[in-house]
């Protein structure tokens, strides 16, 4: 064997070892990164357990001390599409129906808390202004949706006691004087939520809406400003009211995922987490973090 054929093999052998050991390194990799993502895997099944175990009626007391520790993974910042950050965990969870009504002064005192909605949001003169609380999460959302090339506007916000009685009076007349009928499709004045500025209807109030890319930009991306459809199909024996699409009530970004996740009515959420129906009356200065799991 020539001096030249030794450094040949040697080489060649040489060649080898080093494949072996990157060979080696590579499969030590693998394996470590697959442990690693059966780890996380792990931890994330555990963890929504635990969620979903904090979740079936936890007293409304306990939530705000314990809960924020549990579920660390619920966002506390939502940054819009535009660009603005909005408070995950804020919340107004105020249920107002036929059978929570709002006190008669509600209709003075809330006027404080009124802000006016910039016409660039809105198509409607009639009535312009919404609560002070909302107006950062809907002026985002309205945004958020033109943005993406939908016609999504603020039809009708708050309503004054007046407004609202005017509109009940001619739904009174429209359907022969029918006070009890009347009020499924136009709630009387104090049981409206139209009368909290917490809600608003978009675009129109008119069942065609539910055909409009406004309503599927809305149902697609309504929770991620804080927004539930209040009035479902189907809900009417549990809301008293008809379906209505193009109602949108504000309760907050991670209440209305979990609302939304939970397949459940504001009245049943009410219920279930054991809430007093007047949380947050005025909102503002009342109005607390719904933090909740
Ligand atoms: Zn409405």
Redesign the pocket.
Known sequence: MTEKTKNKIIIALLAALLAVIIALIVAIIVVIRYNEDIANVSSDIISSDVASNLDDNQPASSDASSSKIDTPSKPEIFVTPTGVELDANFGRLLLINADNPLPDDYDTKVREYLVEIDDKYRNNDYVTQIHKDVYPYITAMVAAAQADGVDLQVW?PFRSYAVQNDLFQRQVDRVGGDEALAATVVARPGTS??NTGL???FNM?QDRFENTEMYTWMCENAENYGFILRYPKDKQHITGVIY?S??WRFVGINNAKLINELGVTLEEFIEMKKFDPTIDMYGDDSATEQILD
């Open positions: 009708s939520e139209h809600c608003a209807d109030a209505e193009w109602h």
